[in-house]
T-cell receptor
């Protein structure tokens, strides 16, 4: 069964510290992996998309790495700010792509609190 | 990024009634996806809606409970029928701007059934 796991479920850090969020998946046959941010009661905001052929993606203070062989992705957020407090979700699109493979399989999320 | 508008943003409904959620996208897309997020849980796909054909439902979800319409390439509705408190969730629609690339989500509909 294709599953996505995020550990820890919750994380609290002081402002300014770097955040490291982990995502693991059970099947290395992935098409891409996407990181999202979700504020309480809201929808999802896409942060970074990593294609299966890529090792990492960067956007501002965010950097996401992908290691298919070990079934892991890591999201790094540099110099965290209180505004980074949210739930971060990892989602994988497993291959094959097509009628049965277009859905995203989500991890349970990591709830982050950045304390001022 | 795709602009996705969902209505209503939230609602409180009586058990036994139905609610229809609308999803409007700012450009034509082939597939639209409906997800459910139960309290404290992650997202689970309900169904995939293609224009001009029946929606494809995931295991555990049935058309009688979650009928979906997809009348054109920019719009879809999801109905939650005969609601019970267990249907209290956030319902989200999602699209890919370009096939099989980055997924975008609406702001969600927070449903509470009392």
């Amino acid at each position: 069964k294709q599953e996505v796991t995020q550990i820890p479920a919750a994380l609290s850090v002081p402002e300014g510290e770097n955040l490291v969020l982990n995502c693991s998946f059970t099947d290395s046959a992935i098409y891409n992996l996407q990181w999202f941010r979700q504020d309480p009661g809201k929808g999802l905001t896409s942060l970074l998309l990593i294609q299966s052929s890529q090792r990492e993606q960067t956007s501002g203070r965010l950097n996401a790495s992908l290691d298919k062989s070990s079934g892991r992705s890591t999201l790094y957020i540099a110099a965290s700010q209180p505004g980074d407090s949210a739930t971060y979700l990892c989602a994988v699109k497993f291959t094959p792509v097509g009628a049965a493979g277009n859905k995203l399989t989500f991890g349970g999320g990591t709830r982050v609190l950045v304390k001022p | 990024s795709a602009v996705i508008s969902q209505k209503p943003s939230r609602d409180i409904c009586q058990r036994g009634t139905s609610l229809t959620i609308q999803c409007q996208v700012d450009s034509q897309v082939t597939m639209m996806f409906w997800y459910r997020q139960q309290p404290g849980q992650s997202l689970t796909l309900i169904a995939t809606a293609n224009q001009g054909s029946e929606a494809t439902y995931e295991s555990g979800f049935v058309i009688d409970k979650f009928p979906i319409s997809r009348p054109n390439l920019t719009f879809s509705t999801l109905t939650v029928s005969n609601m019970s408190p267990e249907d209290s969730s956030i319902y989200l629609c999602s699209v890919y701007r370009v096939s099989n690339t980055e997924a975008f989500f609406g702001q969600g509909t927070r449903l509470t059934v009392v």
